[in-house]
């Protein structure tokens, strides 16, 4: 690919962290999500911005934006408390505008079926941002996986723990445990394994005292078509100490033992013995990162789930949401939620919904 990438901007958020990139001329935003609808907040805003995104035009809306900054590609910032709108993702997709959604926030989970359909219809196409993959831990892991130096692995226990929070765009989610701080930890999971959660049972609930008006703790069981268990447990309400955000992800092979988490990673002989595994620096951080790489490596490197990490077409992204939404059915039904992927094992999947077992 020669020459810069022409991109729209559609929502603002993480304006304020965005660098730049020698391959990026910023021709557009959109304000879709009434992120700043005063004058005022635009100026407050606008201050900390920098320049190449303070002074692109700024259009009404979509249409007229495609028609008169004629975009490559659309990068798609989702506030917190707002959702995705599949309606947007599929006019630009329509019109030959490659996506990048920096994160997916789905309002209603028949809404994967949706953008699965604007994706494949084209001719633009939808990559999905996820940063956490981007860690050095993770590539670490990635590496030591592809060598098969962990054996098969046969058990993964993820386990998270973040202090009592109480933000206003948490109340944009009914569940945000499972839909909002897995969305990365299943990303992770997916692309170092594969994920596609055959059978799932999940709980979600407020914890007593809370004041966050929505889901904060969070537990999963599943058996995926991958042959490895997960148990998942995520309180974002503890008072334990450690906290963060990527947590404690233990996997058991039948040779070796990983554990991954915010500091590093290490694994565990049959005998107990540690040995810390030297991790790179990071490359791509934080919410850009997956933009940054995709710009690096040009648009055509992402043909799916990648050893790149960061950005993947819908398709390759989508047994994630599969199982966000199999996890907050079983949360809302009190019954385990099954979904058949009879062609993983051959490169494919099945796009059944899941039934209720």
């Not at 933000?167 to 897995?182: F, I, K, P, Q, T």
Request: glycine content about 12%.
């Amino acid at each position: 690919m020669s020459g810069k990438r022409r991109l729209l901007f559609v929502g603002y958020e993480g304006f304020e962290h965005w660098t730049g990139h020698p391959l990026a001329e910023p021709v557009g935003r959109v304000d879709l999500y009434g992120e700043h609808a005063s004058e005022g907040e635009r100026d407050r805003a606008g201050a900390h911005w920098p320049e190449s995104l303070r002074i692109c035009q700024a259009y009404p809306d979509l249409d007229t934006a495609i028609a008169l900054a004629r975009p490559d590609a659309a990068v798609v910032s989702v506030p917190g408390g707002a959702k995705t709108t599949v309606d947007a993702e599929a006019l630009l997709l329509a019109r030959g505008v490659d996506v990048l959604a920096k994160k997916l926030r789905l309002g209603d989970y028949r809404d994967i079926e949706r953008l699965r359909a604007a994706s494949e219809a084209g001719p633009g196409r939808l990559f999905v941002g996820e940063h956490y993959r981007q860690l050095p831990q993770v590539e670490a892991l990635r590496q030591l996986l592809a060598a098969g130096k962990l054996g098969r692995i046969w058990s993964v226990t993820w386990r998270c723990r973040l202090p009592y929070e109480a933000y206003d765009w948490m109340r944009g989610y009914r569940h945000l445990a499972l839909e909002d701080l897995a969305y990365h930890h299943f990303g992770v999971l997916h692309d170092v394994l594969g994920f596609h959660a055959e059978r799932l049972y999940a709980q979600s609930f407020e914890p007593p005292g809370s004041t966050a008006g929505t889901m904060t703790a969070a537990s999963a069981l599943a058996d995926t078509a991958e042959g490895y268990r997960l148990n998942y447990q995520l309180l974002w309400c503890s008072s334990q100490k450690p906290f963060g955000y990527f947590g404690e992800a233990v996997f058991e092979g039948r040779q070796v033992t990983a554990r991954l988490t915010d500091e590093g990673l290490e694994i565990y002989s049959d005998a107990g013995r540690k040995k810390r595994i030297d991790v790179g620096e990071v490359r791509y951080q934080g919410a850009w990162g997956p933009l940054i790489q995709w710009l690096d490596e040009g648009a055509g490197a992402f043909a799916g789930m990648t050893p790149l990490g960061g950005a993947s077409l819908f398709g390759a992204f989508e047994p994630v949401l599969g199982a966000i939404s199999l996890a907050v059915r079983s949360a809302e039904t009190g019954q385990a939620c099954v979904r058949a992927w009879p062609e993983v094992s051959a490169g494919g999947t099945d796009r059944r919904e899941g039934e209720q077992a």
